[in-house]
């Protein structure tokens, strides 16, 4: 199975900035659909940011326009990337990549659509 790996987080005040990565294990990120979610306690988890395959477009959520960017790596297009900027303290949660087996899906932020999920990085944001 298709094996998804996190790292980047940790704790920032606000206005700060963290890029967190997301390696795969397998297949490149040019095939399907990756996102990055997040989930606070006591929250649902929700679509933070999408990229569709290849690269052709982006999604964001509400709370992520203009402050977050999601990227590939240019060259072995196996790592994903979240580009976090002028964190707020509501930005603090765990944040996961994942992915779906099969293209399209329905909505970039539907996460019964992912079926591969990787462990989680932590991202705390104090003031």
């Known amino acids: 199975d298709l094996q998804l790996v996190e790292s980047g987080g940790g704790s920032v005040q606000t206005g700060g900035s963290l890029r967190l990565s997301c390696v795969a294990s397998?297949?490149?990120?040019?095939?399907?659909?990756v996102g990055w979610f997040r989930q606070a306690p006591g929250k649902e988890r929700e679509g933070v940011a999408a990229?569709?395959?290849?690269?052709?477009?982006?999604?964001w959520s509400q709370s992520g326009k203009g402050r977050f960017t999601i990227s590939q790596d240019s060259s072995a297009k196996r790592t994903l990337y979240l580009q976090m900027n002028n964190l707020k303290t509501e930005d603090t949660a765990m944040y996961y990549c994942?992915?779906?087996?099969?293209?399209?899906?329905?909505?970039?932020?539907?996460?019964?659509?992912?079926?591969?999920w990787g462990q989680g990085t932590q991202v705390t944001v104090s003031s």
């Open positions: 397998e297949y490149t990120y040019n095939d399907y659909y």
């Open positions: 990229i569709t395959p290849r690269g052709g477009k982006n999604y």
């Open positions: 994942a992915a779906p087996d099969h293209y399209p899906v329905r909505r970039w932020n539907d996460i019964n659509e992912y079926n591969y």
